[in-house]
Structures are given as structure tokens and as C-alpha cells.
């Protein structure tokens, strides 16, 4: 269980101080800036929400614009405070997939650019995770003093 765990947790820590300093505040921003500007409307999804998911061709319209909205609020609000920032990342990204392709694929660049720079953002924090600064960095800790300490017990009981 507690390896599960730290793969959900899991994330790379950049070389400096001033890279993780820069990484955080970009995390932190796009986080919130997705929870308000776009999620925070969207609790819970307004019917015309779930009529236009529905014209996308998704079954259970209701359903996916509760996804949509749990990973534009939700998916923002974790990503902005590092917590299951990979899972959050990815939920994100297939979201703004859905809207760049599902949405916006004729539309001109301005229309699009927001599901683009939303999507790449969630991409780099799906590979690099949350980084020092956050609370996925203190449960990773934990973890591996946890995990440390139950290999030496078992390395204990094998002697």
C-alpha cells in the first residue's frame, strides 16, 4: 500500500532553489487561476454545461460535466497546493484535450491558446510532479522514512 501510495505522490525536485522557487509560483498560479476563471463557474455544472457536453457526443452528458467541472475546480485547487499533483495533472490535461480537439480544433489560435497553455502546464507537472515546495513533498517524506523503516524491520526479522 504505502508503495501505491508514493507513486501518487511521486515527483522529481528541481536542481535549485530558484528553479523550484519558479516552478512553485507557476504551479500555484495556474492552479488557481484554472480553479477561478474556469471551474469555480462551473459548480456545479450549469445545465447549458451538461447540454453542451452532450453535443460533444458524450454518453452520460451529466456525468462528464461533473468531471470537467471536479478537474477544472478541484484538478486547479490540488494542482495549486501540490497535493496528488500528478493525478490532478493528468485529470487536467484530458480535459483541456477534450477542449482543445473536442471545442476549439477550428477555431483560431486566440481561442484556442487557453486549453493549449492549460494542457502543457498540467503536462509538465504530470512529469515532473509537484516538486519541494508542496504537500506532496512533506507525504513523499513520510513515506520513505515509513518505508525505510519497515525494510529495516524486516531485514531485522530475516536475520
Known amino acids: 500500500m504505502k508503495k501505491f501510495l508514493s507513486l501518487l505522490f511521486n515527483g522529481q525536485e528541481l536542481p535549485s532553489f530558484g528553479a523550484?522557487?519558479?516552478?512553485?509560483?507557476?504551479?500555484?498560479?495556474?492552479?488557481?487561476?484554472?480553479?477561478?476563471?474556469?471551474?469555480l463557474g462551473k459548480m456545479p455544472p450549469p445545465p447549458d454545461f451538461v447540454v453542451f457536453i452532450a453535443s460533444l457526443g458524450f454518453p452520460l452528458p451529466t456525468f462528464f460535466a461533473w468531471c470537467a467541472s471536479f478537474a477544472e475546480f478541484l484538478g486547479g485547487?490540488?494542482?495549486?497546493?501540490?497535493?496528488?499533483?500528478?493525478?490532478?495533472?493528468?485529470?487536467?490535461?484530458?480535459?483541456?484535450?477534450?477542449?482543445?480537439?473536442?471545442?476549439?480544433i477550428n477555431d483560431p489560435y486566440q481561442k484556442k491558446e487557453l486549453s493549449l497553455l492549460y494542457g502543457f502546464i498540467a503536462l509538465a507537472y504530470l512529469l515532473v510532479g509537484s516538486g519541494r515546495i508542496s504537500i506532496d513533498a512533506l507525504v513523499r517524506r513520510k513515506l520513505k522514512q515509513e518505508i525505510a523503516a519497515d525494510e529495516l524491520a524486516e531485514k531485522k526479522t530475516d536475520e
Not at 20 to 39: D, P, V
Open 20 to 39: 523550484e522557487a519558479g516552478g512553485t509560483l507557476l504551479r500555484i498560479f495556474a492552479g488557481m487561476s484554472l480553479m477561478m476563471a474556469h471551474g
Open 77 to 104: 485547487a490540488f494542482l495549486a497546493i501540490g497535493f496528488l499533483t500528478r493525478p490532478a495533472s493528468f485529470f487536467i490535461l484530458f480535459t483541456m484535450a477534450v477542449a482543445f480537439f473536442g471545442v476549439h
